[in-house]
């Protein structure tokens, strides 16, 4: 088993910006691919941004030019670094570990004057 915990999330205004963080746990053998996805309630669950094992980087256009994900191998951790954060922005953001098919309990972003 693994257990992904998130945290970092919050109330932010608009035009600021965000560090979320998640911690992996358990069954940890190899480096692997992870993943942020956020879900506003009534919509699907949507990529937010995916690193693989070797750091290449993907992000959804929602995120692209904002967003940052990175990692931490020797602390088990993913990043999310969101910049310039918009009303839309405001979901709950999902850590996820495709091996595995592991996620995370989701952390609240809001965005919001």
């Known amino acids: 088993q693994v257990q992904l915990v998130e945290s970092g999330g919050g109330l932010v205004q608009p035009g600021g910006s965000l560090r979320l963080s998640c911690a992996a746990s358990?069954?940890?053998?190899?480096?692997?691919?992870m993943a942020w996805y956020r879900q506003v309630p009534g919509k699907q669950r949507e990529l937010v941004a995916y690193?693989?094992?070797?750091?290449?980087?993907k992000y959804g256009d929602s995120a692209k030019g904002r967003f940052t994900i990175s990692r931490d191998n020797a602390k088990n951790t993913v990043y999310l670094q969101m910049n310039s954060l918009k009303p839309e922005d405001t979901a709950v953001y999902y850590c996820?570990?495709?091996?595995?098919?592991?996620w995370g309990q989701g952390t609240q972003v809001t965005v919001s004057s």
């Open positions: 690193i693989y094992d070797r750091n290449t980087t």
């Open positions: 358990g069954r940890i053998s190899s480096i692997a691919d």
């Open positions: 996820y570990r495709p091996a595995g098919n592991y």
